[in-house]
């Protein structure tokens, strides 16, 4: 069970959060809430708590001041940002204090809950929305940008994104940018594009005319070939080898 606190200066937007994690079928317990930065440190001495689901504009402390507190004071605890914007700067700033995520608050049920989960495990965790605009720009400019992985320690610096760094060890294989170099199939080139586009594994499902648990399998696949770890690296592998063109 993970144990998450909910922070948002808005009672109204904590309600719907904690509506829609207490009945979904996820192992997400919501333990405490705060409607400050204050409340949220006051909070952490109290209960035990995995995750830290953040607004990044609250009184008192504002969500970066907040994460910077948290992952110095308590580091086995995980900050995921909810923030309403997409600002390529911002999300560097919130990396380097600590953070584990970066979500926009239009996201979805499923995409926040997988969220969650995937901060709790130590990974770092971008929302596929904000990775597709950083992809754009970078192709203009030099972005500093650093791709969710398995470390669990607070980020202390933001990379260039390079395929031997972050790409895992098949990307020189498929430097060609072909996808029968890493031996992609159809189908999972028709998944590809569409995780590009944002969608859900519900609703590429549906797109497909099958079950959102063929997707998940077709996308552990194009992980496992791909080398990558999540959907922000998958993405920035398949643009900068050309997939998605």
């Known amino acids: 069970m993970i144990n998450l606190l909910l922070a948002d200066d808005h009672k109204i937007i904590r309600d719907g959060l904690k509506a829609v994690l207490t009945f979904s079928d996820a192992s997400i317990q919501v333990v405490a809430e705060a409607s400050n930065g204050k409340e949220v440190l006051e909070q952490l001495e109290r209960e035990k708590i995995d995750v830290v689901l953040l607004d990044m504009n609250m009184p008192e402390m504002d969500g970066l001041e907040t994460t910077t507190y948290i992952a110095r ?7 995921l940002i909810l ?47 904000i990775t597709l605009s950083l992809l754009g720009k970078l192709s203009h400019s030099e972005i500093p940008v650093t791709y969710a992985d398995s470390v669990s320690s607070p980020v202390t610096s933001m990379e260039n994104v390079t395929k031997s760094e972050k790409l895992g060890p098949r990307a020189d294989a498929a430097h060609t940018g072909q996808s029968e170099g890493i031996g992609l199939s159809k ?23 099958t079950s959102k648990r063929t997707i998940e399998n077709h996308r552990q696949s194009l992980l496992a070939k791909t080398g990558c770890n999540n959907t922000a690296m998958l993405i920035h592998f398949a643009s900068s080898h050309h997939l998605l063109d």
């Open 73 to 79: 004071n308590h580091p086995e605890t995980k900050v």
């Open 187 to 209: 189908r999972e080139m028709e998944i590809l594009q569409l995780v590009a586009k944002g969608y859900t594994n519900a609703k590429i499902a549906d797109l497909l005319f």
């Open 83 to 129: 923030s309403m914007v997409e600002n390529e700067h911002l999300i560097a700033k919130v990396f380097q204090a600590g953070a584990q995520g970066y979500l926009l608050k239009s996201a979805g049920r499923e995409e926040l809950i997988h969220a969650i989960e995937i901060v709790h495990k130590g990974s770092r965790y971008v929302t596929a929305q």
